[in-house]
Every structure is written in structure tokens, then in C-alpha cells.
């Protein structure tokens, strides 16, 4: 059974470069879903990782990142998100080797 689970990663970030550096460190844990909006299958290590990185990258008073875990993977995660109208394009993913 997967220890992966799926987080919803949401952020609102106040400065050009602030925001091109997370959009671009995002891409590679997920999926884009919505403008400043990921979907991404991360285990316990990848999720405090990403966190590390996140939190030397955003202005801490300015800026906000959010989390919400969906559930595992192996689980309801990964049908937990849906929606109305244009379709998300949710790519097959892997472990991220990095």
C-alpha cells in the first residue's frame, strides 16, 4: 500500500520573481489545475521537502502558501477532485526523483 497522498497546493504570492520561483518549483511535485493552484502526490518526506523549499522562497508576511491533504492516493485522493466545465488536464505521474 502507497503512503502517497494528494495535496491541493494553493498560493498567493505578492511579487513577480517570488511567484515565478514557486510556480516553477511546483511543477515539479504536480499539476497545474488552476492559476496558483497544484495538484500534487507527494509521500511524508516529499511533503516536508517541498514545505523547506517553499519556506525559503516566499516572503513570510507577504506571502501564502496552502496545503490540504485530499487523502491517499491509494484511496479516494485521487478522485476527490472534480470539476465543472473545462476539464483539469491531470498528467500520469510517478515518483519525483530529484
Same mark, same amino acid.
Given at each position: !500500500? %502507497? $503512503?502517497? +497522498? *494528494?495535496? !491541493?497546493? %494553493?498560493?498567493?504570492?505578492?511579487? #513577480?520573481?517570488?511567484?515565478?520561483?514557486?510556480?516553477?518549483?511546483?511543477? &515539479?511535485?504536480? $499539476? #497545474?489545475?488552476?492559476? +496558483? *493552484?497544484?495538484?500534487?502526490?507527494? $509521500?511524508?518526506?516529499? @511533503? *516536508?521537502?517541498?514545505? $523547506?523549499?517553499? =519556506?525559503? @522562497?516566499?516572503?513570510?508576511? =507577504?506571502?501564502?502558501?496552502?496545503?490540504?491533504?485530499? &487523502? /491517499? *492516493?491509494?484511496? @479516494? &485522493?485521487?478522485?476527490?477532485? +472534480? +470539476?465543472?466545465?473545462?476539464? %483539469?488536464?491531470? %498528467?500520469?505521474? &510517478? /515518483?519525483?526523483?530529484?
Amino acid at each position: !500500500m %502507497s $503512503d502517497r +497522498s *494528494v495535496y !491541493m497546493v %494553493s498560493y498567493d504570492i505578492c511579487e #513577480a520573481t517570488r511567484l515565478r520561483k514557486v510556480h516553477a518549483l511546483l511543477r &515539479g511535485y504536480g $499539476d #497545474a489545475v488552476q492559476y +496558483s *493552484v497544484f495538484l500534487c502526490e507527494l $509521500d511524508k518526506r516529499e @511533503r *516536508v521537502e517541498l514545505q $523547506d523549499k517553499l =519556506e525559503q @522562497r516566499i516572503h513570510h508576511r =507577504e506571502d501564502q502558501v496552502l496545503f490540504i491533504d485530499v &487523502g /491517499p *492516493v491509494a484511496g @479516494r &485522493g485521487t478522485v476527490a477532485v +472534480s +470539476s465543472i466545465g473545462r476539464a %483539469s488536464a491531470r %498528467s500520469e505521474r &510517478g /515518483p519525483v526523483v530529484l
